[in-house]
């Protein structure tokens, strides 16, 4: 056990407990292995045990909660949450779906997903929720069509049909039963959400004591934001083992019962997984969140906060930078915010070191103490967890070491290690792609990652990993010199915060590494001291902001030691990424082939002088 209570500096630390894993490392032919000794506890056959459980030791405690039209919340205890997933259980077995006719969610989080989920998988039907991107921001329906066609579902499930109705239009088969919580589609007969909570529950118990390790819980697409969307396999086992290594990693979990406010989405491997796991295995409550850390959205975020103090408090890095802003002047929000969490995890992308810091300092300074940030590598085919960092280093980019019940491999790749896992968490493969699961494992079946894993200290293996960007991304320039894209790109990021949203690497077979910017434009126009509403061409060209953009340059290039490292040319994009496109994937993240391939003319007047707008390096 782990109990850290001194932070850097010999600031105290709050306490938490966590656990700290015995760890073997050893090479062989070259190849590193680096794996958790300290065993896996066992964990429960179904996902929905915990459910059983909690309603019979604290029916009344709330499970999940949102708040109403009239902004109070609206709460579902354990008790309510089993009766409603045993009612909806049956009335999918009574419609005959199954792995080869699964329940598709088209919705955000809310209460009616929260229980359609539970009532899949108490039942041993599939669910796949889809983002609600694809449906409500995406113009062109190809990307949602096709993630239909890989499942051919017995029903899909619209939170709102009205404001879904388009996309389903587009793409629903006419044989596919639709089922409504509110709102309708023209044309489209529905049935209500309501009368599968109406179903009186026969043969569902029965059906319960079949599902067991190996039946399948949920599809998760992949993100695409390297190749097309891969719906991943997801088992019950999955799910149990990987909130096991969890709850071993993170003992404090069974001590409190963990309280989360969280707006993270669960069509994502994070929120849906990672998150809503944790409070139903640990017994504890989801409130959700129906803020985003944008600056329309995030009022919603801080409104909570300061009503809501979760335990443990998970977030992408763009939200802990807003919060970080917001705690430093708001009483309230820091009174309630820091009254009992035990934990920060940033997860997502790296949290940048210049966040990392000034986040302690605001902590330090609002309850005299400073809060663990946690960080870890994991992904969809591994629902999600395979290494956090509990010892004693805490910085930005480390991922620490395996947890219990995962194995390691790091294997030679381009001048890197490939991070490869094993384990009851680790997928089966991908659904109906039998060529694409056997690409995506070696011969000792382990899954291939494309992650760069380096170690912190490589006389101490034992002391886990830094993150060393996606191979894939990584490239030569002409000079043969190789280029390394995620380390970089986390630089740009991180030292051009508030004004870089994201950032795509070029210079393949060229002389020289250029950049192409996408900018947060509500922070440029703010620095350009432009009106509202002004093109954001003419925000990018004004004077302040292209001054911060020259010395963004010139900063990155302080420390260069080469080609490798030197940025020659910089590119600010005024067109936002496209997700029609596949620029941008739905939770945000940028795919660099598909933004290189898709503004190759940009790329081109990056290199050949012909744009005054490039910022070229002195």
């Known amino acids: 056990m782990n109990d850290v209570s001194m932070a850097a500096g010999g600031a105290q630390r709050r306490q938490v407990a966590l656990g700290n894993p015995e760890i073997a490392a050893w090479q062989e032919d070259g190849v590193w292995h680096v794996d958790a000794v300290t065993p896996l506890a066992p964990f429960p056959a179904r996902f929905t045990d915990r459910l059983v459980s909690g309603a019979q030791d604290h029916p009344e405690r709330t499970l999940v909660a949102r708040r109403g039209p009239d902004g109070e919340w609206i709460r579902l205890?354990?008790?309510?949450?089993?009766?409603?997933?045993?009612?909806?259980g049956q009335a999918l077995l009574d419609r005959g779906l199954s792995e080869e006719r699964p329940l598709v969610i088209l919705s955000g989080n809310d209460l009616e997903h929260f229980q359609l989920a539970l009532g899949a998988m108490y039942a041993g039907v599939p669910y796949s929720p889809l983002s609600p991107a694809y449906s409500l921001v995406a113009?062109?329906?190809?990307?949602?069509?096709?993630?239909?066609?890989?499942?051919?579902?017995?029903?899909?499930?619209?939170?709102?049909?009205?404001?879904?109705?388009?996309a389903i239009e587009a793409v629903l088969p006419e044989d596919t039963e639709l089922i409504l919580a509110r709102g309708e589609v023209p044309r489209r007969a529905a049935t209500t959400f309501a009368s599968l909570l109406a179903t009186e529950p026969t043969t569902i118990d029965a059906r319960n004591e079949q599902v067991g390790p190996s039946t399948i819980a949920k599809f998760l697409f992949t993100s695409g934001s390297t190749k097309k969307p891969k719906a991943v396999i997801t088992t019950h086992q999955m799910l149990c083992s990987n909130q096991?290594?969890?709850?071993?990693?993170?003992?404090?979990?069974?001590?409190?019962?963990?309280?989360?406010?969280?707006?993270?989405?669960?069509?994502?491997?994070?929120?849906?997984?990672?998150?809503?796991?944790?409070?139903?295995?640990?017994?504890?409550?989801?409130?959700?969140?129906?803020?985003?850390?944008?600056?329309?959205?995030?009022?919603?975020?801080?409104?909570?906060l300061r009503e809501i103090a979760p335990t443990v408090y998970f977030n992408i890095p763009v939200a802990w930078e807003m919060l970080a802003e917001a705690l430093e002047t708001d009483d309230q929000l820091a009174q309630t915010f820091f009254s009992r969490v035990k934990l920060f995890f940033c997860a997502g992308a790296g949290l940048s070191q210049s966040a990392w810091e000034h986040l302690d300092e605001v902590a330090l300074k609002r309850c005299g103490e400073s809060i663990r940030i946690m960080t870890g590598l994991g992904m969809t085919e591994t629902s999600p967890s395979c290494t956090f960092g509990?010892?004693?280093?805490?910085?930005?980019g480390y991922v620490g070491v395996p947890a219990p019940g995962c194995?390691?491999?790091?294997?030679?790749?381009?001048?890197?290690?490939?991070?490869?896992?094993?384990?009851?968490?680790?997928?089966?493969?991908?659904?109906?792609?039998?060529?694409?699961?056997?690409?995506?494992?070696?011969?000792?079946?382990?899954?291939?990652?494309?992650?760069?894993?380096?170690?912190?200290?490589?006389?101490k293996p034992k002391l886990g990993f830094m993150f060393d960007g996606r191979i894939a991304e990584d490239f030569k320039l002409s000079s043969g010199t190789f280029v390394s894209v995620g380390p970089l790109r986390a630089r740009v990021i991180s030292q051009g915060a508030p004004y870089v949203q994201d950032a795509v690497v070029t210079g393949l077979d060229r002389h020289a590494i250029g950049l192409m910017i996408f900018p947060r434009m509500d922070n440029c126009l703010a620095l350009s001291k432009l009106p509202a509403g002004t093109p954001a061409s003419e925000v990018l060209a004004s004077e302040p902001v292209r001054a911060f953009f020259t010395q963004l340059l010139a900063t990155l290039n302080v420390n260069a030691s080469g080609s490798s490292t030197r940025v020659e040319r910089m590119l600010l994009l005024s067109e936002p990424p496209s997700i029609d496109a596949r620029e941008q994937t739905d939770k945000g993240s940028i795919n660099q082939a598909a933004v290189l391939n898709r503004r190759a003319a940009l790329v081109e007047a990056l290199y050949d002088g012909t744009d005054s707008s490039v910022i070229v390096a002195a």
């Open 244 to 304: 096991q290594m969890l709850l071993q990693t993170f003992p404090f979990f069974g001590e409190e019962p963990p309280v989360l406010l969280d707006w993270l989405p669960w069509n994502h491997t994070f929120g849906g997984s990672h998150n809503v796991g944790i409070v139903l295995y640990n017994g504890g409550t989801i409130y959700l969140d129906d803020g985003r850390p944008t600056p329309k959205d995030f009022a919603t975020t801080l409104r909570n």
């Open 139 to 166: 113009t062109d329906p190809a990307k949602l069509r096709d993630l239909i066609e890989q499942l051919t579902p017995g029903a899909l499930f619209a939170c709102d049909g009205t404001a879904f109705a388009r």
């Open 390 to 396: 509990t010892g004693p280093i805490s910085r930005a």
């Open 77 to 88: 205890s354990y008790a309510d949450v089993l009766q409603s997933a045993r009612r909806i």
């Open 407 to 459: 194995k390691v491999k790091l294997v030679p790749m381009n001048g890197k290690l490939e991070a490869r896992f094993h384990g009851p968490h680790v997928t089966p493969g991908y659904w109906r792609a039998p060529h694409l699961t056997a690409e995506a494992f070696d011969a000792d079946g382990y899954y291939c990652t494309g992650d760069a894993l380096r170690f912190v200290d490589g006389n």
